[in-house]
């Protein structure tokens, strides 16, 4: 491959909340010479770690992530589409004057759209769905991209098991200090508030004050009823969000982005059976080797 085919290519793992991009980005990373671009919207501000779901330094693995709690959301508020653009574009330009390849990881197409996009003008994103049938599909930089997707109601049924973990291991607390310290949602910083799971426990902790989870978090039956309308509108809002994510990548799709669709819904139906070892196995067959083939032959395509 030559230097400026090399300095042109970037790596996209797309897919819905909870399928596992972070995972398969790292051992893409460990497997080409590579660094992470992250392109999650809620990831690139500090605070929140365990809510947002961001990868701890031990799970990295020593890969250089970018973009990654980069953003202190009392300065920057919200991160526009064009200064993530910005921010995205100098990254990619580095790692690429390192010889190594960028790999975007994350959620929102919106970002992806903003680096990867050769339309500088290109619309803002709305609620409306067909805001992207609007958009050029001219591509600036050559593009391999990956979606990991997972059937629906399978993932939904992952995404709640997850959320339960997540809430029990330091969410919960962590989203206490949070209520602590801006003591409403609309004094929180733009940007980070909109977190799946900030809104939703807003009420609880208005009503109970910031305790936390072992300070009988569970006791008296109005305190235990808020705390489960505010878990399952969390996990609603978050299986809401991870259909319009699938829908939003599809559409892309179908406006001539070549994007290479790996199935693991399997992967996660021997997850939710507690079946590390077949989950695993299943992993490396569907997700896995076929990422690592497709990224193989990116690179070497000149």
């Known amino acids: 491959m030559t230097a400026t085919k090399e300095m042109n290519k970037i790596v996209v793992i797309m897919g819905s909340t909870g399928v596992g991009k972070s995972k398969l980005s790292i051992e893409l990373a460990t497997s080409f010479p590579s660094e992470i671009i992250n392109c999650d919207k809620m990831q690139v501000y500090t605070g929140l770690d365990v809510t947002t779901n961001k990868l701890t330094p031990r799970e990295q693995l020593g890969v250089a992530h970018h973009l990654l709690a980069h953003f202190d959301p009392a300065v920057s508020g919200e991160v526009s589409n064009a200064n993530f653009r910005i921010a995205a574009t100098s990254t990619a330009s580095q790692i690429h004057s390192r010889r190594r390849i960028p790999i975007a990881v994350g959620g929102s197409t919106s970002f992806i759209h903003a680096l990867v996009s050769a339309d500088h003008d290109s619309p803002v994103e709305t609620t409306n769905p067909d805001w992207i049938l609007s958009i050029s599909p001219s591509l600036r930089y050559d593009c391999c991209f990956i979606w990991v997707d997972v ?63 072992g300070d009988e978090v569970l006791t008296g039956d109005e305190r235990k009823s808020m705390f489960e309308e505010a878990r399952k509108a969390t996990k609603d809002n978050t299986c809401e969000l991870a259909k319009m994510q699938v829908e939003k990548i599809k559409r892309l799709k179908g406006i001539g982005w070549d994007i290479r669709r790996l199935d693991a819904t399997e992967v996660f139906k021997a997850m939710l059976a507690s079946d590390n070892k077949r989950a695993l196995e299943l992993w490396n067959k569907d997700v896995a080797e076929p990422a690592m083939e497709i990224v193989e032959a990116f690179l070497k395509d000149e």
């Open 151 to 213: 059937a629906l109601p399978v993932l939904f049924d992952y995404l709640g098991v997850r959320l339960d973990d997540m809430i029990n291991g330091g969410m919960f607390d962590e989203l206490a200090d949070f209520y602590n310290q801006y003591e409403t949602y609309t004094s929180a910083p733009e940007g980070l508030r909109k977190s799946i799971g900030v809104p939703e426990f807003e009420d609880y902790f208005r009503r109970f004050g910031s305790v936390s989870q």
